[in-house]
């Protein structure tokens, strides 16, 4: 069990990511392609990927990304801006000796391969290669679903915002996830190997992520920034190529269970909005906004609360389920009262 210690300090430098983070959901999708878990969230997107990146760039991934145990820091540096290219870049730049250092604890989880020999004594082209390798993953598997990914992400980022504002740090750390565990001072995660982890007033951040499965991770090193990896709450159509998310005949299904105005609505209700910016975002008067984001939080697909001097809606789990699924039959599966129309 990895428990990490907070100070009162740590607990007011408690932050949760607004946005996934791309090289940790190339990282952990990396693992997801190893196995076969969660296949009706992950099935069709595998496929893809396997169809679609060149044998010769995956060896050179996997070989750096075990499916089970350690994985180099380096490749999700702590500070990584939220774009790929600026991620990227960083992650290419780290030092030789990280680099080294941090290849030598892979050796004892795999055997060495002439390819990350080249890596660990600073090789700049196998950097390159590496550099290369990435890109061509992610465009072919991260890329495409991008989009859906954000919505993802955004919306829990939504949910804990509102737990924080509506009931404080504790709980938020209670209800992260069920295999962790918040026992003031102290935040046990179960699936992690038995260590402490003080974190001596640096916070934590706490980074939503759609391709994190079952349990949280984090970086190995812990002179670095402090993250905690966790899954958001997976159902299928999750991962959402980007044409298919704005298909007319997917907008068609959701318009008709909906209506089309409160389909709208509750889709600008995904990155929270007020009163007056879901007004704007749909089209409609305020006072028409008001009347279908009442409708909306009757139904238990969104959430409102004030926000200074307005209020601000924001999406439910069960809102995201229902965008996630409008174009797959999901949507089928709703209480009769939450079928919605008009």
């Not at 795999?110 to 390159?128: F, H, I, K, Q, Y």
């Not at 190995?220 to 007319?248: F, K, M, N």
């Not at 299904?253 to 089309?260: E, H, I």
Request: proline share 7%; charged share 20%; with cysteine.
């Amino acid at each position: 069990m990895l428990r990490i210690h907070f100070t009162p300090r740590d607990l007011a430098r408690t932050t949760v990511s607004t946005s996934p983070a791309p090289l940790w959901e190339i990282l952990l999708s990396l693992h997801m392609l190893q196995h076969q878990d969660g296949r009706l969230v992950f099935e069709d997107w595998r496929r893809h990927v396997r169809a679609t990146v060149a044998p010769d760039q995956m060896r050179l991934l996997l070989e750096l990304t075990p499916a089970w145990g350690y994985s180099p820091d380096f490749l999700t540096p702590a500070d990584a801006p939220s774009d790929f290219d600026s991620a990227l870049e960083m992650a290419l730049s780290t030092p030789r000796q990280a680099v080294r250092n941090q290849l030598a604890l892979l050796s004892k989880y795999r055997p060495v391969s002439p390819w990350t020999r080249e890596l660990a004594s600073g090789d700049r082209a196998a950097m390159n290669r590496l550099g290369r390798a990435l890109r061509t993953y992610h465009d072919a598997a991260i890329a495409p679903y991008w989009k859906s990914i954000g919505t993802h992400v955004s919306a829990d980022h939504s949910h804990r915002g509102e737990s924080l504002a509506r009931h404080g740090v504790d709980q938020l750390l209670s209800t992260l996830h069920p295999r962790v565990r918040w026992a003031p001072p102290v935040l046990q995660v179960l699936d992690m190997n038995d260590r402490d982890l003080y974190l001596d007033g640096r916070g934590i951040e706490l980074q939503p992520s759609a391709f994190c499965w079952r349990a949280p991770t984090k970086l190995q090193d812990p002179e670095l920034r402090p993250i905690l990896v966790y899954p958001i709450q997976h159902a299928p159509g999750i991962l959402r190529p980007a044409g298919a998310e704005t298909s007319s005949s997917g907008s068609e299904a959701l318009g008709s269970l909906l209506g089309s105005t409160r389909a709208a609505a509750l889709e600008a209700a995904v990155s929270g909005c007020t009163t007056t910016e879901l007004a704007r975002r749909c089209k409609i008067s305020p006072a028409a906004a008001s009347h279908q984001a009442t409708v909306l939080r009757e139904a238990g697909l969104i959430t409102t609360r004030r926000a200074g001097a307005s209020v601000l809606h924001e999406v439910t789990q069960l809102g995201i389920w229902l965008l996630s699924g409008h174009g797959s039959g999901t949507t089928r599966h709703l209480p009769p009262d939450q079928r919605l129309t008009g």
